[in-house]
């Protein structure tokens, strides 16, 4: 089934292509949300997510391990351990790398309440 030739006149086909993406929008913000859309690490508004055990360690796309960042702390941080790089930045409270590890640590069950109804989204970012 060729979605792209189906989709202006199927209904179901779009809303096919378009669910998963919705629930991936949903996931993000809910963790925008839990941060208020600031930088978890400078309090800067964030405009991405950063992955704290990053991918190229094996870090996951779970809720736990993304956090909210503004451009430069995500750039800056690139591959580097969250804790050894976070310690180093003027804007490092010990404070805030209590509640990032915590978030860290927080129950993975939460992560399923947004996209339950599609368990097979693949977060790719
Ligand atoms: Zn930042």
Redesign the pocket.
């Known amino acids: 089934m060729n979605y792209m030739f189906n989709c202006e006149r199927e209904p179901l086909a779009l809303l096919v292509e378009l669910t998963p993406k919705l629930a991936k929008r949903k996931y993000r913000e809910s963790i925008y949300e839990a941060w208020n859309y600031c ?6 508004p ?1 405009n991405s997510l950063d992955h704290i055990i990053p991918k190229f360690h094996s870090g996951s796309s779970h809720r736990n391990n993304l956090i909210p ?6 750039s800056n941080k690139a591959s580097l351990k969250m804790e050894d790089w976070y310690r180093l930045q003027d ?1 490092f409270t010990e404070e805030k790398l209590i509640k990032i590890q915590a978030w860290t640590k927080e129950d993975i069950s939460n992560v399923l309440i947004d996209n339950s109804y599609n368990p097979q989204i693949t977060l790719a970012m």
């Not at 960042?69 to 995500?74: F, L, Q, T």
Request: charged letters at 15%.
């Open positions: 930088c978890g690490y400078c309090n800067k964030a960042a503004c451009r430069s702390c995500n804007f």
